[in-house]
């Protein structure tokens, strides 16, 4: 992978979280499709096409680290990734496709959260999942139903999914 080193900032999900989360979605996600918005690292968009994912889409708007994203998409011959240049919360604001699974671990010190809760129902197929991060204990209300949540250290993580 290349280097994330001119993205200060940058808190990529932490190893043991990921691999929590991805017992929780099942060890394969096969002809799925999922969206990473605030990819960051692309650690989690990554991990999913690795996983047999049919399609991911990410979201990074910070130009640095949407070059690094760029350029480990091409060094890993990632067919399946597609990376757009964009804030996670207006692509959800704008794009009209569903997806399988969302991820949406967007910067802590922001305001992300709740609209993106509001938003992301309209985003998700039929038994879809959403994965959240936070920095602070999150408050899923209807629409979302907690089907998983945890905490390791500062990070709050929950998988949601419709009621």
């Not at 964009?86 to 604001?93: H, T, V």
């Amino acid at each position: 992978m290349i280097s994330f080193s001119d993205a200060p900032g940058l808190r990529p999900t932490p190893d043991r979280v990921r691999e929590t989360l991805f017992n929780w979605l099942g060890q394969t996600l096969y002809g799925r499709t999922c969206l990473d918005l605030f990819a960051g690292s692309g650690a989690l968009g990554f991990e999913a096409a690795s996983r047999g994912a049919e399609r991911v889409v990410m979201i990074e708007k910070n130009p640095a680290v949407f070059r690094v994203l760029q350029g480990n998409v091409k060094k890993l011959g990632c067919a399946n990734v597609f990376i757009q240049d964009q804030d996670g919360l207006e692509f959800a604001l704008h794009d009209a496709k569903c997806y399988d699974v969302i991820f949406a671990d967007p910067p802590f010190q922001g305001d992300y959260l709740p609209k993106l809760l509001e938003i992301l129902p309209q985003r998700l197929n039929e038994n879809g999942v959403l994965y959240v991060e936070s920095g602070t204990k999150i408050g899923a209300a209807q629409p979302w139903q907690v089907l998983k949540s945890g905490r390791a250290g500062q990070v709050h993580y929950q998988l949601l999914g419709l009621l």
